[in-house]
């Protein structure tokens, strides 16, 4: 439509909403991308509510929206602010306009106490506008710094559906989680390109920085999408376990038992501590049917990150797992649970340890990785957390796997363990090894074996779940089968817990 | 042609192909013994196994191979 001065307003709207030009729209269908207001109409049950600053840039043209559409909307009910970038435009590239109003729609989410949601496929600054967007008080920086700030305050989630490159990609890194769309979302600080012209280095995108490596490798990614469309759906889940900021708690939903199984819980955990078992099989049994929500699956899969219901009540589940790396904790997976414990904490979801844990894996590679600071991050914010903690001690806890699990030093509100449980500085076949080595090598060799026998019973009597409850050092025992009914009337009665950590300025964290 | 690489450190305690074998994807085919617990490395891909590259008893560390899959 040509724009007359009788049909200004109109035809504006028109070319605004239509978005760049069409072959970038065939382009972005090739690749399997929606185009912005799809994705957006998707996103929200009624469309975007009210969207701030569609005329931005408006007499350039060529520039619809300045790239990106920045608006109110409701998920499950709830109201959320989004940006969201549009790929058409100049490869969704930001201008001067395009950040400011990323910045204004986030203070609206603040004003708000709504949840913010970062909808990213931006090729990063327009180099061309640079020292209108970058270096200043309303540049670029203060997107990151406003992140900062509300990080804690509302949820914030990204949603990564094509590249976030270079000081772009602090976006989906000062998120609560990231969404990454295999095949098209890429974070990375400097192309492929730009890394052979720089550090000589040639490697392809996928392999510099694609959704599947930061998922499963660098931990930047928290869930892999095959399609936008599974992307949406997840963010939709997600939010459902969020209150809409931190003054308030989840909201229940409708109970619901969990799944029916043949095996029961008792039956499925193995009575040899050394033989794995899948640990989700548990989680499966304890859950509302259908909540389960996992993050970081692909990644340190050693322990299970997840959000669940159980009666209606959001959680947040920690699990060791032993069909993985026998369930050792890792640097990688102490930092996952690091984050995911202050996620949870931050928006008053209680948390749920499942520990079975021979504890933190030992060796060069991992000293060399600094293990102990990573440890050290994971138990820093295991104790911080003031939201109700449910120590669940499913099978064993040795060594600083038990501190790391909320062990009882932790003030968990409760530490039960099923009956068989072991909870000890190390397992018997370690700590037999270590107390009478030397005796045992001075033993002739058709002794030897009965007396390591002989030895290892001693040390599991010592160890026994019974002896520890007799002197309190766990508050229950119970019956493998009784954990869903305990967890119901345990999350019931810890519903009014409030409290503070301590009063300071702020914790030195270890990172 | 694929390798199924040791996810931790620790000693080969079964080997549970032999060369020649077909395995499926995600079957388990080596079990090491690490942190005193039993950890089973599955075969990412189906396929037969050409090559069967760590013994029983042997001490690999994290990536080290372990059988050759084609």
Not at chain 1, 40 to 45: C, G, K, S, V
Not at chain 1, 87 to 114: F, H, M, P
Request: charged share 25%; net charge negative.
């Amino acid at each position: 439509m040509t724009v007359t001065t009788d049909n200004k307003h109109a035809a504006y709207l028109e070319e605004i909403h239509k978005g760049g030009q069409s072959k970038y729209h065939d382009k972005n269908a090739e690749q399997g991308k929606l185009f912005v207001r799809e994705r957006l109409q998707l996103l929200f049950d009624d469309g975007v509510l009210a969207e701030d600053g569609q005329f931005a840039n408006v007499l350039a043209g060529d520039l619809p929206a300045d790239g990106v559409v920045t608006g109110i909307g409701k998920v499950n009910g709830q109201t959320v602010c989004v940006m969201a970038n549009d790929s058409t435009v100049k490869a969704g590239s930001w201008g001067k306009r395009t950040v400011e109003k990323i910045i204004r729609i986030q203070e609206t989410a603040e004003k708000l106490g709504v949840p913010m949601l970062y909808l990213v496929d931006s090729a990063g600054a327009r180099i061309t506008d640079q020292l209108e967007m970058f270096p200043g008080r309303r540049g670029a920086g203060r997107i990151f710094y406003n992140q900062v700030k509300l990080s804690g305050r509302i949820p914030q989630l990204c949603l990564l559906f094509g590249p976030s490159a270079a000081g772009g990609a602090y976006i989906p890194a000062f998120c609560d989680a990231v969404v990454m769309v295999e095949g098209n979302a890429s974070m990375y600080l400097g192309s492929p390109r730009m890394a052979e012209m720089v550090i000589g280095e040639k490697v392809d995108l996928e392999t510099m920085g694609g959704a599947k490596m930061h998922c499963s490798v660098s931990g930047c990614g928290d869930v892999l999408a095959k399609t936008e469309e599974e992307a949406i759906a997840y963010a939709r889940q997600y939010l459902s376990y969020f209150p809409s900021n931190f003054k308030y708690k989840p909201a229940l939903q409708e109970p619901k038992l969990p799944a029916s199984f043949e095996k029961t819980i008792d039956e499925l955990i193995p009575k040899n501590q050394n033989v794995p078992f899948n640990m989700h099989d548990l989680i499966n049994r304890i859950i509302d049917e259908g909540s389960w929500c996992e993050v970081k699956k692909l990644f340190a899969a050693e322990i299970i990150t997840g959000f669940a219901r159980i009666n209606g009540q959001s959680v947040g589940i920690i699990a060791n797992q032993p069909r993985v790396k026998g369930g050792v904790l890792f640097h990688d997976s102490a930092d996952k649970a690091a984050k995911f414990i202050s996620l949870c904490d931050a928006f008053h979801i209680p948390l749920i340890f499942l520990a079975d844990v021979p504890g933190f894996m030992i060796g060069t590679q991992v000293e060399k990785v600094g293990i102990i600071r990573h440890g050290a991050k994971m138990i820093f914010a295991m104790s911080e957390a003031t939201v109700p903690k449910i120590t669940v001690i499913v099978r064993k806890a040795y060594g600083a796997g038990l501190y790391a699990m909320a062990g009882p030093a932790f003030e968990p509100d409760v530490c039960i363990a099923l009956t068989g449980a072991q909870i000890a500085v190390m397992g018997p076949e370690a700590a037999v090894n270590a107390v009478y080595a030397n005796k045992i090598a001075a033993l002739p060799k058709e002794e030897q074996a009965a007396f390591i026998e002989e030895k290892r019973n001693e040390y599991r009597e010592e160890i026994d779940v019974y002896r520890l409850a007799s002197e309190l050092i766990i508050d229950d025992v119970i019956e493998p089968n009784d954990l869903r009914k305990t967890l119901e009337n345990r999350l019931e009665a810890y519903k009014s817990k409030e409290l503070t950590f301590t009063e300071r300025k702020h914790g030195v964290s270890p990172v | 042609m694929t390798i199924v690489k040791a996810s931790m450190a620790g000693t080969v305690w079964k080997v549970l192909v032999q060369e020649g074998q077909e395995v499926a994807a995600g079957e388990d085919v080596v079990i090491l013994e690490s942190m005193k617990m039993e950890i089973p490395i599955a075969a990412e891909e189906a396929g037969t196994v050409k090559r069967v590259i760590a013994a029983e008893g042997d001490f690999i560390n994290v990536d080290d191979d372990l059988v050759e899959i084609e």
